[in-house]
């Protein structure tokens, strides 16, 4: 038990950093492009990858994270968010308004297939470090991470707006690859090595539910 504790413990700080960068990512692209003088509509294309890269990664991602592991899928979701911050804090403020939303809609591609990785290792180690059985400890480490995400995500706004005004767009980008690189540094040591990994290959077709009404309610 000791050590299902220690491991939802690293699961939760990995999913609390990333979480941050998220937050801070969001207000950091908002503020910074709508000071270039971006128009609302612009601003918006920026987060039309970010959406659906991560609609596409929630299809997929669960069948990834049983073939290969939950540990995989998370640390993947990590070095996605690094390579996607450091990418942008590239961004060359002289370009033209249409390669900047090409560029920037790129990187937040990568961002969100990170998130979505990121968020379905996390919930998804939560249930394989349960004891089968405890369904009432299974509820209260679910409920603690997802609260603690929808609060941390909010603090993460903040954090993006206070780095962007005393660090500057690029600068506040690198230093939260940094530390998003410490955290994965941290979690590549520490967590247990088959993690969630299924103990058969499981087909791609297990992506869908075997009842046609919940296929149609996930297409919804």
Do not use: C
């Not at 960068?21 to 971006?38: I, K």
């Not at 997929?60 to 804090?89: N, P």
């Not at 403020?93 to 290792?121: C, E, F, N, R």
């Not at 690198?174 to 058969?200: I, R, T, Y």
């Amino acid at each position: 038990m000791h050590t299902d504790i220690r491991n939802f413990t690293l699961v939760t700080a990995a999913y609390w950093g990333f979480t941050l960068t998220d937050g801070a990512l969001r207000m950091l692209v908002l503020l910074h492009f709508y000071s270039l003088g971006y128009s609302p509509f612009e601003i918006a294309l920026l987060f039309l990858f970010y959406e659906f890269f991560g609609i596409v990664t929630n299809l997929v991602g669960g069948w990834i994270g049983a073939r290969m592991g939950l540990k995989v899928t998370l640390f993947a979701g990590l070095a996605l968010q690094i390579i996607a911050l450091s990418i942008l804090a590239l961004f060359d403020p002289t370009w033209g308004v249409w390669q900047g939303v090409a560029y920037v809609m790129g990187a937040q591609a990568l961002s969100g297939i990170a998130k979505d990785l990121t968020k379905m290792s996390s919930k998804s180690a939560v249930k394989v470090l349960v004891p089968e059985g405890e369904h009432g400890q299974l509820f209260k480490w679910v409920a603690v991470l997802t609260g603690s995400k929808n609060a941390l995500k909010g603090l993460g706004f903040f954090l993006g707006g206070l780095l962007l005004a005393g660090l500057g767009f690029s600068v506040a980008l690198f230093a939260m690859a940094m530390g998003l690189a410490l955290v994965l540094l941290a979690s590549v040591v520490s967590l247990p090595g088959e993690l969630g990994q299924a103990k058969s290959k499981v087909k791609f077709s297990a992506i869908f539910s075997k009842s046609r009404n919940i296929n149609y309610l996930s297409a919804a």
